[in-house]
T-cell receptor, first 114, second 111 residues
Framework: EAGVTQFPSHSVIEKGQTVTLRCDPI?????LYWYRRVMGKEIKFLLH????????ESGMPNNRFLAERTGGTYSTLKVQPAELEDSGVYFC????????????FGQGTRLTVV | GQSLEQPSEVTAVEGAIVQINCTYQ??????LSWYQQHDGGAPTFLSY??LDGLEETGRFSSFLSRSDSYGYLLLQELQMKDSASYFC????????????WGAGTKLIIKP
């Protein structure tokens, strides 16, 4: 069974450009989460989808970030326009249920904004 | 505010036992989880404590004391492959039950 996959693994963009990150969760997992880790700091929650609906987007930093999960399968996270402070590793995770103890993570997308 | 504290780095010798502590400060509590992450890899779930006490899974154990807002991860018979970062994370009603994470502990194992 395929795990959570994220694309691209790395992205280097200039300030002001747009970047779209993609996450394919484990098949059958209704819950999908986006997280971000800035170098050396804690992993921070961004948002949570249940199927195609945004269950919780309280962690989204600002309106430059837009997440979608059309059809309840894969999800995209777009940053437009990117700023220097957006640099970090963006993780996606999925789980079967909202109260599932275990979440399955992807390897992350390392975003560098220069 | 809500926060988790864990040591930034721990060094141990192969074959030894190491304990990684985690203290949390949250307005509510709904379980403590531990994840392992190798460099460049995906965080991987290790254990979960919803109630006080010790949970054992092979060489790894995790402990929770809710009255002390404290938990730890115990790794026994350390192997070189255990070199990784270890994160504690808490679910709290005040974070809409989303995971609040510590900054991670880098475990360095020496031969």
């Amino acid at each position: 069974e395929a795990g959570v996959t994220q694309f691209p693994s790395h992205s280097v963009i200039e300030k002001g450009q747009t970047v779209t990150l993609r996450c394919d969760p484990i098949s059958g997992h209704d819950n999908l989460y986006w997280y971000r880790r800035v170098m050396g700091k804690e992993i921070k929650f961004l948002l949570h989808f249940v199927k195609e609906s945004k269950q919780d987007e309280s962690g989204m930093p600002n309106n430059r970030f837009l997440a979608e999960r059309t059809g309840g399968t894969y999800s995209t996270l777009k940053v437009q326009p990117a700023e220097l402070e957006d640099s970090g590793v963006y993780f996606c995770a999925s789980s079967v249920g909202t109260s599932s103890v275990e979440a399955f993570f992807g390897q992350g997308t390392r975003l560098t904004v220069v | 505010g809500q926060s988790l504290e864990q040591p930034s780095e721990v060094t141990a010798v192969e074959g030894a036992i190491v304990q990684i502590n985690c203290t949390y400060q949250t307005s509510g509590f709904y379980g403590l989880s531990w994840y392992q992450q190798h460099d460049g890899g995906a965080p991987t779930f290790l254990s979960y404590n919803g109630l006080d006490g010790l949970e054992e899974t092979g060489r790894f154990s995790s402990f929770l004391s809710r009255s002390d807002s404290y938990g730890y991860l115990l790794l026994q018979e350390l192997q070189m492959k255990d070199s990784a970062s270890y994160f504690c994370a808490v679910r709290s009603p005040d974070s809409n039950y989303q995971l609040i994470w510590g900054a991670g502990t880098k475990l360095i194992i020496k031969p």
